[in-house]
């Protein structure tokens, strides 16, 4: 007999908290830190004490010229500073709206060309939207839509206010009508997703200090971002295998890799004992360059922390 039913949400969800990545909040708050503590050294480069305003003022005062009293240094400086703080939070303000904008376009780009899952609508998958929610305590079940996207493989979980929803590509859960007839496989893609929304990856709050790291050209953008990113990618995989009792993550990483037809004929252990033999510098150097900058952990990386029989923390380099 199978020990799966004794599983409560309680203890689902305890167990998804201990497999979360360890990196994952820690990076969290330093991408929330190193925006704001950037614009504060490039606040006292530009206005501190012989920063780029003090030697135009002395500039100014060199060359002599009559408007340069003490007095109106000392307005233009406050005149720079009121504007600068107003145009920060005007910014900050139109950024949020920016974002509010973006949410809104992806929710309604599912409602006007997705289709709703439902008990009419893809039963099995909805089946599975109930069975996860309850796990993961959601008061709301996810909408959850379904929309063919020429071939691409993905799925996405998104948020607007009071909604949070899921996009599966119809090239997804084609799994469970072509010639595999793989549920297993859709819930693992769909309990990775619903990771993100327990987590709450998907929120503008979270996404907002997430994304403060931004602020710093190249290093916040394509390195501390992609970080994060990855620490997350991972924490959701396992929720994803704790969701579908550890089932199906490696063939999920095929079906991503080989696609919905011949996914199934991949050999895991042979694909593995590739990627993980002695590599020249080349090939190390390969993966690694292309792991750096990625949202998702590379696919052997990934597939590597999934089979991990101790479901420690996936490696983020
Ligand atoms: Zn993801």
């Given amino acids: ?17 201990n497999r979360r990545h360890k990196a994952e909040l820690p ?30 003022k ?7 010229i009559t408007e340069t009293s003490p007095e109106f240094s000392a307005f233009l400086i406050g005149f720079i500073a009121v504007f600068a703080s107003i145009g920060a939070i005007g910014f900050v303000c139109y950024l949020i709206i920016l974002s509010l904008i973006e949410y809104y376009k992806g929710y ?3 409602m006007a060309y997705g289709i709703r899952v439902s008990e009419e609508n893809f039963p099995e998958i909805y089946a599975k939207v109930k069975e996860f929610s309850k796990l993961l305590g959601f008061k709301k079940e996810p909408e959850v839509y379904v929309e063919q996207m020429n071939g691409t493989i993905n799925a996405y979980a998104s948020w607007v206010p009071g909604k949070d929803y899921v996009h599966l590509n119809a090239e997804v859960i084609e799994l469970l009508y072509l010639e595999h007839k793989d549920l297993d496989t859709i819930s693992f893609i769909m309990g990775h997703e619903f990771g993100h929304l327990y987590y709450k990856h998907t929120k503008l709050h979270y996404n907002f200090f997430a994304n403060l790291a931004n602020i ?31 089932k199906c993550g490696a063939e ?19 694909y593995m004992s590739y990627v993980n033999k002695d590599k020249n510098f080349i090939e190390k150097f390969a993966r690694f360059v292309t792991n750096l900058t990625a949202s998702h952990p590379i696919n052997p990386l990934r597939t590597k922390a999934i089979l991990d ?4 923390s996936g490696r983020l380099f």
């Fill in 252 to 270: 999920t990483m095929m079906f991503i890799s080989a696609g919905r037809h011949v996914y199934k004929y991949v050999n895991v252990d042979n």
């Fill in 1 to 17: 007999m199978s020990e799966q039913t004794v599983r409560t949400p309680e203890s689902v969800q305890k167990e998804i908290r």
């Fill in 108 to 110: 309604a780009s599912n």
């Fill in 58 to 64: 002395e500039g100014l005062e060199n060359a002599e």
């Fill in 216 to 246: 710093i050209p190249i290093f916040g953008q394509k390195f501390m971002g992609p970080l994060l990113q990855r620490a997350r990618e991972y924490s959701v995989d396992r929720v994803a295998q704790v969701l579908t009792d550890d």
């Fill in 309 to 312: 029989p101790t479901h420690k």
């Fill in 27 to 56: 990076l969290f708050v330093i991408n929330s830190i190193i925006g704001p503590v950037f614009l504060c050294i490039a606040g006292i480069v530009l206005f501190g004490e012989y920063g780029i305003v003090d030697l135009i």
